[in-house]
């Protein structure tokens, strides 16, 4: 049996926020959790996801691996 007054209060309807909106409500041992990022608002949840191309590392991976296809890559330059 746990000890009685050593265990933090629960909030079983504690509210997550993100940009002041209420955007889940989960149980915690907090009342209000503020986020800057959850998975309505993350660019790989929203498939605005973009692969930055820094040096060529990318072309040089998939060069790498097999897995570059020239011609597509004729057409973006």
């Known amino acids: 049996m746990p000890r ?13 926020v ?4 209420v955007v889940a409500t989960i149980g915690s041992t ?3 959790i503020n ?3 959850w998975s309505g608002n993350h660019p790989f949840y929203t498939g605005t ?3 930055i191309d ?3 590392r990318v072309e040089r991976f998939l060069r790498k691996y ?3 296809d020239e011609a597509a890559a004729k057409d973006e330059k």
């Open 4 to 16: 009685s007054g050593i265990h933090p209060k629960w909030y079983p309807e504690a509210k997550v």
């Open 18 to 21: 993100c940009n002041g909106e």
């Open 30 to 32: 907090q009342p209000e």
């Open 35 to 37: 986020v800057d990022v």
């Open 49 to 51: 996801q973009k692969i």
């Open 54 to 56: 820094t040096e060529g």
């Open 66 to 68: 097999g897995m570059f």
